[in-house]
């Protein structure tokens, strides 16, 4: 397992199996030591809160918290319109690389973002899951900024991935927050369980592939 697959795993919302597969996941990384070495704290945190606590925790950091959530484009579109067309093309993008989405979680969740770069490594297409990587860290060093401010162990996480990422994140501008509510309606699950958006993707005409923005349009230079 490489650095992204066990990012995407811790996170995740903390369940049993997370708990047991913990020093795996760790040992995983033996090959990384920087990424072993980043994450320590994070897997220690794990390993010694009881689950209902990291259960709670998770809640109020990411689900109440919008400052925090693991929504890349929600941290630039807000609840617009644009978002939704943003995930429609990362969507396509997902799709021109051959991963099937399967759940209910929205394409711009940060933990199937990762998952979706450790896939492109697996495939051999390293550069290409660096150049993604480079295009969305300004949207994940803005999380992880926010988490550090707050103490969330999590925060680590995301400054590993500023590590290996070919450019410098540049600052974002808030966007507009709407009611949480609201904001659930609009992008919620419906009484089904599923996503209003993925259902009315489901069986369309696969969409043209555009550039996909993690952050406001502007070149971000490469890291040298």
Known sequence: MKTYQVLSALL???????????????DSLAGYPTAQFRLRSLFDHLAVTPLIDLQ???????DRNPSHSLHLFEHIHGESRDRGQAMVDLLAE????????VGNDLPDYVPLFLEFLGQLEDQGKSDEARRLLGDAIHVLAH??????????????????????????????????VRDMDEALETFGPGADGVEPLLKSLAGAPRPSVQPMHFHPQGAAAPRT
């Open 94 to 101: 997902y799709g021109r690389h051959g991963l099937q989405m």
């Open 143 to 176: 999380i992880g900024r926010k988490l550090q401010a707050s103490g969330s162990p999590y925060a680590c996480a995301f400054g590993l991935l500023e590590t290996l990422s070919p450019v410098d994140p540049e600052e974002l501008s808030e966007p507009p």
């Open 56 to 62: 709670q925790q998770y809640v109020m950091t990411f």
């Open 12 to 26: 995740q919302y903390p369940e049993p199996d997370l708990c047991v597969a913990l020093s795996e996941l760790e």
